[in-house]
Nanobody, 124 residues
Framework: VQLQASGGGLVQAGGSLRLSCAASGTSFSTRYMGWFRQPPGKEREFVAVISRFGLNTYYADSVKGRFTISINNAKNTVYLQMNSLNPEDTAFYYC??????????????????WGQGTQVTVSS
């Protein structure tokens, strides 16, 4: 299974970006797909995840109301629409897929598959 992330870039504070993550490979079936990020000098942190058929979404408190995660199962692609970006959102963004139990869905170590990451830089 391979995950290919795209859509990062440089944007001014208050701007928007949309990240995409396309999954490929045989027999791909996981409970969740989502996004994590790693700010400079910090640990990887949870951003948002979505259940495989899009029925449930979960967000970090820091992005609630600004970011929206969605999934297109026909294309095996998950999206992260990021609005009202601020410099604290600057990070390398990684997409992930896996089947963690509910209480572990926010933990990077619970995910089996990772994309290569895409850089998001927000200037003030």
């Amino acid at each position: 299974v391979q995950l290919q992330a795209s859509g990062g870039g440089l944007v001014q504070a208050g701007g928007s970006l949309r990240l995409s993550c396309a999954a490929s490979g045989t027999s791909f079936s996981t409970r969740y797909m989502g996004w994590f990020r790693q700010p400079p000098g910090k640990e990887r942190e949870f951003v948002a995840v979505i259940s495989r058929f899009g029925l449930n979404t979960y967000y970090a408190d820091s992005v609630k109301g600004r970011f929206t995660i969605s999934i297109n199962n026909a294309k095996n692609t998950v999206y992260l629409q990021m609005n009202s970006l601020n410099p604290e959102d600057t990070a390398f963004y990684y997409c992930a897929a896996g089947s963690p139990i509910t209480s572990y869905r926010n933990f990077p170590s619970a995910y089996n598959y990772w994309g290569q990451g895409t850089q998001v830089t927000v200037s003030s």
